[in-house]
């Protein structure tokens, strides 16, 4: 088996699961235009709603896991997912690009929880915290090209954005050729038995309210840029890929910050967001918009893959698929809350801009760093609690 090339095969599956709902926000604005009476909530949608069917199939998937291999389950997904990506842009009507855009999130969620158990069926220790990185960073650069490309088709036509949902056809090609065909894990009555550890449902809120915070940039940006009348479709898809490309960094050097920081990570890494969006609240340039996106999206390559990696060492192998199944769902969760939740706040408070969405997360954000600050500083003054690590009980039912 050679790594870099089962490596390869990961990191594009990867891409295709980050891209699914949000490649199209930057021809958001252009939709919206097309589709005069579809309301702003609506258009929305159209990033939020593959979220919606990924939830139930990624529990779908996990469950055929136990039946069928990895790879099978893959290859169908992403069947699935050309079908329900390329078609959006085929249709004439907002309904029917909204069944195209569930039937992609079907796709996706056959590909989600299998994509990120991969990492620790096939990686160990030191190289498997180097490997969720570097799926990180490979991902951010794939959604670097992929959201400035996308920029650029919706300036010609928002059609043709859904064209590159067919680069599924790539990732086809890498798992058939350089995934192992690993065969279904039975599991024994002990392993059914054993419950995920709470921590696991601890890690899942967390994502769940990282994911619910950050997409509000994948799904506002664009309709803001309207607003403020700072630029077009193009400049969206730069913005979008400026904090895809502060990922990619944050994934080469995470094990670096995390050592830096070490307690303080979570707070600093929050101060640091609330200063991106407090930055992206008072931009009225394309520049100043793309530094504070470009600061949100640093601080979420670091958290994300720093969550998954964690929920990894939390439980025994046969538990894996289930648990990142957990929290994945978490994480479009918030993907589908997140437009909702938001725009709730707004009525609530009487103002509907997007700009006071912004400011509100900053406040929030800032907040939110300041507790984690306090605790961190606490237990850097009376010491760390000891806590039992949950051992990989069933390693030789995997041998």
């Known amino acids: 088996m050679n790594k870099n090339l089962l490596k390869m095969a990961i990191f594009s599956i990867s891409i295709l699961t980050i891209m699914a709902g949000a490649a199209i ?3 958001l604005g252009e939709i919206s235009q097309s589709f005069p009476d579809a309301s702003e909530t609506t258009i929305k949608l159209l990033l939020t709603l593959p979220s919606v069917m990924i939830i139930p199939f990624i529990f779908v998937a996990s469950y055929l896991t136990s039946r069928f291999s990895k790879k099978n389950i893959l290859l169908v997904g992403m069947v699935i997912y050309i079908i329900g990506g390329v078609g959006g842009g ?3 009507s907002i309904e029917m690009m909204l069944v195209c855009r569930a039937i992609l999130g079907i796709g996706v969620g056959c590909m989600l929880p299998i994509s990120t158990s991969l990492v620790p069926d096939f ?3 030191e190289e498997r915290t180097k490997t969720m990185g570097q799926v990180m960073a490979s991902t951010n650069l ?3 090209i992929l959201f400035t490309a996308s920029g650029f088709l919706a300036s010609q036509s928002w059609r043709v954005v859904f064209s590159v949902y067919s680069l599924a056809v790539v990732s086809i090609i890498l798992v058939y ?3 192992p065909k690993v065969n279904p894990v039975k599991r024994s009555p002990d392993a059914v038995r054993l419950r995920l550890p709470g921590s696991v449902y601890v890690y899942g809120l967390g994502a769940l309210m990282v994911v619910l915070v950050m997409f509000s940039i994948q799904s506002n940006i664009a309709l803001y840029m309207v607003e403020k009348e700072i630029g077009d479709a ?3 898809g730069l913005i979008a890929a400026t904090s895809t490309a502060a990922g990619f960094v944050a994934g080469l050097v995470i094990a ?4 830096l920081l070490q307690s303080y990570l979570v707070a600093a890494i929050l101060f640091g967001v609330a200063t991106g969006f407090g930055i992206i609240s008072l931009a009225h340039d394309p520049l100043l ?4 996106v470009g600061i949100c999206g640093f601080g979420l390559g670091i958290i994300l893959p720093g969550i998954m990696d964690q929920v990894s060492r939390q439980v025994a192998p046969s538990q894996i698929v289930h648990a990142m199944a957990i929290v994945t769902s978490m994480i479009f969760v918030g993907q589908f809350l997140s437009p909702i939740i938001l725009d709730g706040i707004g009525v609530l408070f009487g103002n509907i801009t997007i700009e006071f969405t912004y400011q509100f997360l900053t406040i929030g954000i800032l907040l939110t760093a300041v507790t984690f600050f306090i605790l961190s500083l606490r237990q850097h003054i009376l010491g760390p609690k000891q806590t039992i690590v949950p051992k990989n009980i069933d390693k030789k039912q995997q041998a």
């Open 25 to 27: 926000s930057p021809a």
């Open 90 to 92: 085929l249709v004439s």
């Open 123 to 125: 990686f160990d220790g």
């Open 142 to 144: 794939g959604g670097v």
């Open 177 to 179: 050729l350089f995934l």
């Open 234 to 236: 193009r400049y969206a």
């Open 256 to 259: 670096q910050v995390k050592r």
């Open 289 to 292: 918009m793309g530094v504070g």
